[in-house]
T-cell receptor, first 114, second 125 residues
Framework: AQKVTQAQTEISVVEKEDVTLDCVYE???????LFWYKQPPSGELVFLIR??????QNEISGRYSWNFQKSTSSFNFTITASQVVDSAVYFC???????????FGGGTRVLVKP | DTGVSQDPRHKITKRGQNVTFRCDPI?????LYWYRQTLGQGPEFLTYFQNEAQLEKSRLLSDRFSAERPKGSFSTLEIQRTEQGDSAMYLC???????????????????????FGPGTRLLVL
């Protein structure tokens, strides 16, 4: 069985602060994929990033960066210099390489205040 | 390139009524998924199709739920005799799965990103 845990239910920051979202996962599979999705108030899940279990290279894309640590089963996500438009619920998700369904964490609500 | 679309966006119904939702995937995608999301939770898998074949169903999908994907294009999700517990956001996603050659190891299916639609928010009174 797979499990994704996002321990932070809600984070509130002031604009321009950095915010880091934690994600810890459990799987018995050796090959899997990890994702981050953003869900703004409109409800649509927006894909942000995908990572393979055999690729631990961290990535920076604009104000977003990701830290994948296979040894600790963590896939954390950081927003640098947050903006009000970053306010949303962020979901971490896992799928095994031969699987068909995403397993989602409970989500972390980020509120960026002006 | 249009994304995944869902119709309707909102549905209010009375307990005991039947409802049907539609999902149109990204045109070249051969896989289509349905998820359910209740308030404050992450989405949970319901079922998925590879072309027109329904290949997996979750235990969450009771006998009152039925999904179809005729001709491997759009999909419908019907809930019969709705109950208040069915109130949720129903999300559709699509992806492109392709078989690739791994040489001596045979072939495998690539695991592509699932792209989601805007969802249908159902309220059962």
């Amino acid at each position: 069985a797979q499990k994704v845990t996002q321990a932070q239910t809600e984070i509130s920051v002031v604009e321009k602060e950095d915010v880091t979202l934690d994600c810890v996962y459990e799987t018995r599979d050796t090959t899997y994929y990890l994702f981050w999705y953003k869900q703004p108030p409109s409800g649509e899940l927006v894909f942000l990033i995908r990572r393979n279990s055999f690729d631990e290279q961290n990535e920076i894309s604009g104000r977003y960066s990701w830290n994948f640590q296979k040894s600790t089963s963590s896939f954390n996500f950081t927003i640098t210099a947050s903006q009000v438009v970053d306010s949303a619920v962020y979901f971490c998700a896992l799928i095994k390489a031969a699987g068909n369904k995403l397993t989602f964490g409970g989500g972390t609500r980020v509120l960026v205040k002006p | 390139d249009t994304g995944v679309s869902q119709d309707p966006r909102h549905k209010i119904t009375k307990r005991g009524q039947n409802v049907t939702f539609r999902c149109d995937p990204i045109s070249e995608h051969n896989r289509l998924y349905w998820y359910r999301q209740t308030l404050g939770q992450g989405p949970e898998f319901l079922t998925y199709f590879q072309n027109e074949a329904q290949l997996e169903k979750s235990r969450l999908l009771s006998d009152r739920f039925s999904a179809e994907r005729p001709k491997g294009s759009f999909s419908t999700l019907e809930i019969q005799r709705t109950e208040q517990g069915d109130s949720a956001m129903y999300l559709c996603a699509s992806s492109l799965a392709a078989r690739f050659d791994r040489g001596a190891s045979g072939t495998a299916i690539s695991q592509e990103t699932q792209y989601f639609g805007p969802g249908t928010r159902l309220l059962v009174l």
